[in-house]
């Protein structure tokens, strides 16, 4: 679960990441340019770690932004890291910038989503697709994980769902990991209950084509359409609200669904 007290101190809490990541006093320290001595006092209490080797642990722990703020709370010092609202000015060429890249992808599907899934921005391709879903799954804020797999989303038209369904809630078990956030797990206990319906022998490709990675095959106008998903964060974020950005682009799989697509949106 996401840790925002510092009741418990610094050192544990970088012995929970050092623990989740399976690194040892001694690799960390290598890493740190530190001493397993040394990283074994900061863990049990006995030496209180600089600001800056704080964030140097977080970096070699691959510490998510909103977390190192909270090890550096635990630790006696201000957070570095904002988070700025998305629709605050300062943002204004991140989002910009996001709105005319999944613009610019069209007529193939965009989507643009924080860390819990939320919709943030999508472009026509995404809205081509959830035609027809219930007005109880597009009300604000609308999630993709919730919209993909619900019984009433998208999960009947697609047509390897179960395939489909075990890459979402392994990519969220990955985030879970990472983040350690009670939030996502809750998202994931509610998603991962909703029921899978029986796939239709008859519905199956007659002819499988060999992809190169997992497609999402989902049904469209009478047609299967198949893509390639492929995911976008920003390198190197100094904002909470930019670290937790993901563009999920959806890439034609096959020359019909790129035919498919460019006669819907010229």
Known sequence: M????????????????????RVSQLELALRADSSAR??????????????????????HLDVPVRERNALLLAAGYAPRYPETPLDDPALDAVRQGMERLIQGYEPYPAIVVDAMYNVLAANRGILMLLDGIPEHLLAPPLNA??????????????????????????????????????ALRKL??????????????????????PYFA?????????????????????????????AEL???????ADPA???YLQSLMP
């Open 214 to 242: 997992l497609p999402l095959q989902i049904e469209h106008g009478g047609r299967v359409l198949s893509f390639i998903s492929s995911i976008s964060t920003f390198n190197t974020p100094m904002d909470v609200t930019v």
């Open 257 to 259: 669904t790129v035919k």
């Open 188 to 209: 994931y206990e509610e998603v991962a209950a909703y029921p899978v319906p029986e796939q239709d022998p008859s519905e199956e490709p007659a002819d499988p084509v």
């Open 38 to 59: 040394h990283i074994s006092f900061i863990e049990t209490g006995r030496s209180r770690p600089s600001e800056e080797m704080v964030l140097r642990l977080a970096e």
């Open 145 to 182: 994980m919730r919209l993909t797999l619900h019984p009433e989303g998208l999960a009947p038209r697609i047509r390897n769902l179960r395939e489909w369904r075990g890459h979402l809630l392994a990519q969220m078990e990955r985030q879970i990991a990472l983040h350690r956030s009670a």
């Open 2 to 21: 996401t840790v925002t007290s510092s009741d418990r101190g610094v050192g544990p809490l970088l012995r929970a990441w050092r623990e989740q990541r």
């Open 246 to 252: 993901a563009i999920e682009t959806l890439l034609p």
